[in-house]
T-cell receptor, first 116, second 110 residues
Framework: GAVVSQHPSWVICKSGTSVKIECRSL??????MFWYRQFPKQSLMLMAT?????????EQGVEKDKFLINHASLTLSTLTVTSAHPEDSSFYIC????????????FGPGTRLLVL | QKEVEQDPGPLSVPEGAIVSLNCTYS??????FMWYRQYSRKGPELLMY????GNKEDGRFTAQVDKSSKYISLFIRDSQPSDSATYLC??????????FGTGTRLLVSP
């Protein structure tokens, strides 16, 4: 149980294009989902907290107009990297907290983004 | 000073050894403590979840929390090569936002 999927698992795009990453909780409902970014050999950096049906809360230094988050249902959140640039190349990971277990986060497998 | 300190390693042990992984923290408000395992190019996998102080055992894994010392540990018994991964400690003060350690890279050699 507690499986989180992400799609796509990896993506290569040209500079200036937008990329959408989906995060789904497959066997549980989650009112809260989180988006992280991880650079090589570094820990996870929280980008934003997403609550179903409301606007995401972004961490300091994260551009909300660049990283658009939509949490339309209790099992789906999307992250769109708009006008991607090479410096946006990274490993993006989502997590989800099951309803009633809000201190626990289950992570997706991650999406590797390479912007050329 | 970081809120959570964790030795990045690598920690190299022979197969069958007992592994001890540790984190220290500075925020006394932390009440929820977790250990995640992350294989290369994969998302973190929740291994252990502990609330407040005490021990918790699950198979070959034992998690310990000492809130008075602000110190948490993960022990792995009879370590296997498949345990080779990065182990991340994480903690929160009850407001869902997790604070992670930098991760310790563990290498278990056959």
């Amino acid at each position: 149980g507690a499986v989180v999927s992400q799609h796509p698992s990896w993506v290569i795009c040209k500079s200036g294009t937008s990329v959408k990453i989906e995060c789904r909780s497959l066997d549980f409902q989650a009112t809260t989902m989180f988006w992280y970014r991880q650079f090589p050999k570094q820990s996870l950096m929280l980008m934003a907290t997403s609550n179903e049906g409301s606007k995401a809360t972004y961490e300091q230094g994260v551009e909300k107009d660049k990283f658009l988050i939509n949490h339309a249902s209790l099992t789906l959140s999307t992250l769109t990297v708009t006008s991607a640039h090479p410096e946006d190349s990274s490993f993006y990971i989502c997590s989800a907290s099951p309803i009633g277990y809000q201190e626990t986060q289950y992570f997706g497998p991650g999406t590797r983004l390479l912007v050329l | 000073q970081k809120e959570v300190e964790q030795d990045p390693g690598p920690l190299s042990v022979p197969e069958g050894a007992i592994v001890s992984l540790n984190c220290t923290y500075s925020n006394s408000a932390f009440q929820y403590f977790m250990w995640y395992r992350q294989y290369s190019r994969k998302g973190p996998e929740l291994l252990m979840y502990t609330y407040s102080s005490g021990n918790k055992e699950d198979g070959r894994f034992t998690a310990q929390v000492d809130k008075s010392s602000k110190y948490i540990s993960l022990f792995i018994r009879d370590s296997q090569p498949s345990d080779s991964a990065t182990y991340l400690c994480a903690m929160s003060g009850g407001f869902q936002k997790l604070v992670f350690g930098t991760g310790t890279r563990l290498l278990v050699s056959p």
